[in-house]
């Protein structure tokens, strides 16, 4: 395993740890069209796997995703061997079995609340689970797995989260219920409306100043110049 994907990969796990809660042992779904992709390239997905994410991994899959390579056949056949060894989470389609894609897709659209990985090669499944914030998505190409990065919407959560923007809604009007019994909602009310607005200089500093008359300020001087040109003139 090269050095430079094995950073990437504690990079990542690194972030899905601190943001999203991901403990060991790390439960892995994977669907038919991963379990056929390391068939194809000889890839240990029990042996490699805890190693790449740096922790015990517990390998999963349904019923409907096994289901589905049966109905597959034969070509199909060595990649239902692979999914038979993981343990079967249980979903919510045992009476009317559904596309392996959708199945893995319902596992976490509530939130990932058993924080889920998703091993999957199908491309639209893939961005399906992008659009889920904290479900970190396996794929394998050029012989080896890869931990994708993390979607725009992990990201986006988690910036929410450190701003503290993100606030429940019944915790937003448990809250309010609070400051109501005590009746801190009155007092805020209160302290808001004896706050003076922070506005702009006083009106009346901004009229126009009454220019003088000019007539009535220059007379007094003019009566001094020719009482001074009298007295001169004597």
Known sequence: MGVK????????????????????PFQVL????????????KIQIREQLPGYLGGAAQLCTTRCVIKELELLGKALYGAKLIAQRFQVRNCSHHKDPVSGSTC???????????????????QDLSSKVKKKPGVPLLFI????????KPSPKSLAFVQKLQTDQLVPEYQK????????????AKQEGEKRRKRKRAGGPNPLSC?????????EGQEPSAEKKKRRKRKRNR
């Open 173 to 184: 009007q448990s809250i309010v219920d609070l400051k109501e019994k005590e009746g801190l």
């Open 30 to 41: 994977l669907d038919g069209t991963f379990c056929q992709a390391a068939l194809r390239n």
């Open 5 to 24: 994907r094995q950073k990437h990969a504690k990079k990542i796990m690194g972030f899905y740890r601190h943001s999203f809660h991901f403990r060991e």
């Open 207 to 215: 009229l126009k100043k009454k220019k003088k008359n000019t007539s």
């Open 141 to 148: 190409i050029q012989n080896t797995m890869v931990l994708d």
């Open 104 to 122: 893995l897709f319902s596992m976490i659209e509530d939130g990932n609340p058993h924080h889920y990985f998703i091993a999957t090669q199908d």
